[in-house]
């Protein structure tokens, strides 16, 4: 089957840096999203990888390893608007998303 | 602007009716989507439509129905059927690219009394 693996929940403290790690077994890889999503709200795209390596978009970082099914993104100089949940998504073979449950991350000040 | 809308953003429903959740998109996108959203889970497709007049069913796609009779508007129906429909609702469209992101709604929050 299937998966797409992340932690429950992180915390972290402002103006630090957090790394939310996604592993992934799917059929077939056409990308991984990373999106985020505040409590209520809905989810906003925050990056794409399809090629290894890192990507850097301003204070968040998004890191793809294919051979290791494994991303991480990476958020630095923490602020409290950042808490939120942040969901690893994997478009497989068949160009369909798969999602994980989601990080939740905690900010504390 | 451009963007996706869902209505209602809150809905309560007594068993044994069925309710339809509306999504309607000005951004040109070809491909609709609907998902259903559980407390620690991932999101979960149910309905999907990547052309007008044509539709293809999710993962979940049991006691949901949906219509695409125009590009714009991919409304979706709760029907009586679905055993358990509480639950947050996210509409999604994406453009022709395939690789494309998906821009979300804001959501239906359905409540089953």
Known sequence: GQNIDQPTEMTATEGA??????????????????????AGEAPTFLSYNVLDGLEEKGRFSSFLSRSKGYSYLLLKELQMKDSASYLCAVMDSNYQLIWGAGTKLIIKP | DGGITQSP?????????????????????????????????????????????????????????????????????????????????????????????????????????
Not at chain 2, 84 to 104: H, I, M, R, V
Request: hydrophobic share 30%; charged share 20%; proline share 2%.
């Open chain 2, 9 to 113: 953003k809150y809905l309560f429903r007594k068993e044994g009716q069925n309710v339809t959740l509306s999504c309607e998109q000005n951004l040109n996108h070809d491909a609709m989507y609907w998902y259903r959203q559980d407390p620690g889970q991932g999101l979960r497709l149910i309905y999907y439509s990547q052309i007008v007049n044509d539709f293809q069913k999710g993962d979940i796609a049991e006691g949901y129905s949906v219509s695409r009779e125009k590009k714009e508007s991919f409304p979706l129906t709760v029907t009586s059927a679905q055993k358990n429909p509480t639950a947050f609702y996210l509409c999604a469209s994406k453009g022709l690219a395939d690789t494309g992101e998906l821009f979300f709604g804001e959501g239906s929050r359905l409540t089953v009394l």
């Open chain 1, 17 to 38: 840096i957090v790394q939310i790690n996604c592993t992934y077994q799917t059929s077939g890889f056409n990308g991984l999203f990373w999106y985020q999503q505040h």
